[in-house]
């Protein structure tokens, strides 16, 4: 998670507060879950052009670190210079997610089968799915909200990126931020990303997404280096308009409500969002109105 981002290297409103809250949820789960799941990681953001420089330089920000006139590797290049930016964090998400999935399993509280809309059926304040009454059934589904019958007509806009894994013949400790994201995961090993594609779902890895990465690692070498691709990835970021999450009930439906619309920061909106739902849901503790789906209740269709 790098707090400084952006060409203007300038914090969202209340971003401090939030990454110091994620940081903090995660590593509480991470305690719970016996994993390790938050690692502190020290970023080196590498300056674009003479403009970043100048606005680097005059940035003024509790996380900024010290100005350097190089990079962080010889083999990496920084004409126009690099910042230090402290509190940078990273989850090992991978592990979160196998770790909760496998617990689930156990418990048999998870299936793997695609969810069916269809399959659910309204009883008035519950609803029923195979052969379950439930209270609530929550929407979590990101960008295929854009299939479901009941929240497709939100303004929801896709926006697909690619990532890869590479192994690449150098040792860095820290992330390095260049236009792009090169994190190191250990062992010469680094995950590269990430693509934008506003407008437009991932519908997998493509080779202009590879290229695109590639081109852009390539251009911040001090010289060529031998890069193997190890893994690929596509996927989709869900946000509004607006930028903000989207969550609550449904206004006609009480029993359907949604989760969604947490664009390229979800790690660091998910904890808030879903203790901010959950208490929303089993206690009617209203939703601020910045993140309550009802500011776009205009878009839902009638039932």
Request: with cysteine; net charge positive.
């Amino acid at each position: 998670m790098n707090p400084l981002t952006g060409p203007r290297l300038a914090p969202l409103p209340n971003l401090q507060t939030r990454c110091e809250q994620a940081r903090a949820y995660y590593a509480r789960l991470g305690t719970r879950l016996g994993r390790a799941l938050v690692e502190p990681t020290p970023i080196r953001r590498l300056c674009r052009d003479a403009t970043e420089r100048d606005r680097a330089r005059e940035t003024h920000h509790p996380w900024r670190g010290a100005w350097q006139n190089d990079a962080p590797h010889h083999q990496l290049s920084a004409p126009f210079g690099s910042l230090d930016i402290h509190h940078g964090w990273r989850l090992n998400l991978t592990d979160l997610l196998a770790t909760l999935a496998g617990r689930w399993s156990i418990a048999n509280a998870i299936t793997t089968a695609p969810f069916d809309w269809t399959a659910v059926h309204s009883r008035g304040q519950s609803a029923r799915w195979q052969g379950h009454t439930v209270g609530c059934v929550v929407s979590c589904e990101g960008a295929a909200v854009a299939q479901n019958p009941y929240w497709r007509a939100l303004p929801l806009q896709a926006d697909g990126g690619e990532s890869l894994v590479l192994k690449l013949p150098i040792d860095l400790i820290e992330a390095v931020s260049a236009g792009f994201t090169l994190l190191p995961l250990g062992e010469q090993r680094y995950w590269l990303g990430a693509t934008h594609s506003p407008g437009h779902a991932a519908s997998g890895p493509t080779v202009a997404g590879r290229n695109a990465l590639l081109s852009a690692l390539a251009a911040r070498l001090s010289a060529p280096l031998s890069i193997e691709v190890l893994g690929h990835f596509a996927g989709t970021r869900m946000a509004p308009p607006d930028r903000e999450p989207v969550l609550g009930r449904h206004p006609k439906q009480s029993w359907l409500a949604i989760f969604n619309g947490l664009g390229s920061r979800g790690i660091l909106r998910a904890p808030d969002s879903a203790i901010q739902l959950s208490q929303h849901l089993v206690n009617d503790t209203p939703l601020p109105p910045a993140l309550d789906l009802l500011r776009y209740a205009a878009h839902l269709p009638s039932f």
